[in-house]
Structure formats: structure tokens, C-alpha cells
């Protein structure tokens, strides 16, 4: 049973950081890329970041784009998302996803197969 966890959302004020955790198991992480979205109230579910197998390959959306970092362990099959200058408008419910999706489908939701319950991070101004 493949599960994936995160981990480390919270409170945090505008200009401030957090790091989110995504533990996998039940799949042979090192297969996967790796995909953060996030969901704001009233919103549809938006891409954030991805990082293929390789650890190498990341993408970013524009609006998190040089303050937003993702990373993969492999020893511990866990992604991480660092979230640093945090702004109010990055509040949401943030989900990490497993999938093989080819870009330019990497940003679509619907081409990752596995998804955590998520975690919420709330920016205050």
C-alpha cells in the first residue's frame, strides 16, 4: 500500500520560512518524480514544484520561483519543499504527489498517481 505523508505546516508570518516533509512508502521511490501543489479556499489545485528521479530535473512555477526549493532523499525516500520569503498568498493546503509524469505535463495533476492528505501552511501579513 503505497503511502505518502507530510509533514511541517503551520503558522508562520509574511517573510518568514517553513520546510515541508513528504515521507513515501509502499513504491520504489527512486522511480517517481516528485510534485508539490497547493489548494487556496475556493481555488483549483496549482502546481508549485516537481523533481524527477534523478534529483537533478526541478521545476518551478513563476510564482515560487527563487524562494521555493525542492529536494529528494533517497536513503529516507522523503521530498522536502523549503518555503522561504512566505507570502500571505501562498496560504493553502499544500499536497505532495508521486507520479511518471513527461514534460510538459508535469505541471497537471491528473498525471500524478499517488497523493498525500496534506498539510496546511497559513502566511499571516
Known amino acids: 500500500q503505497v503511502q505518502l505523508v507530510e509533514s511541517g505546516g503551520g503558522l508562520v508570518q509574511a517573510g518568514g520560512s517553513l520546510r515541508l516533509s513528504c515521507g513515501a512508502s509502499?513504491?520504489?521511490?527512486?522511480?517517481?518524480?516528485m510534485g508539490w501543489f497547493r489548494q487556496a479556499p475556493g481555488k483549483e489545485r496549482e502546481f508549485v514544484t516537481a523533481?524527477?528521479?534523478?534529483?537533478?530535473?526541478?521545476y518551478y512555477s513563476d510564482s515560487v520561483k527563487g524562494r521555493f526549493t525542492i529536494s529528494r532523499d533517497s536513503a529516507t525516500n522523503t521530498a522536502y519543499l523549503q518555503m522561504d520569503s512566505l507570502k500571505p498568498e501562498d496560504t493553502a493546503v499544500y499536497y505532495c504527489?508521486?507520479?511518471?509524469?513527461?514534460?510538459?505535463?508535469?505541471?497537471?495533476?491528473?498525471?500524478?498517481?499517488?497523493w498525500g492528505q496534506g498539510t496546511q501552511v497559513t502566511v499571516s501579513s
Open positions: 504527489a508521486a507520479g511518471s509524469p513527461r514534460l510538459p505535463d508535469i505541471v497537471r495533476p491528473d498525471k500524478y498517481d499517488y
Open positions: 509502499g513504491l520504489t521511490f527512486s522511480s517517481y518524480a
Open positions: 523533481i524527477y528521479w534523478s534529483g537533478h530535473d526541478t
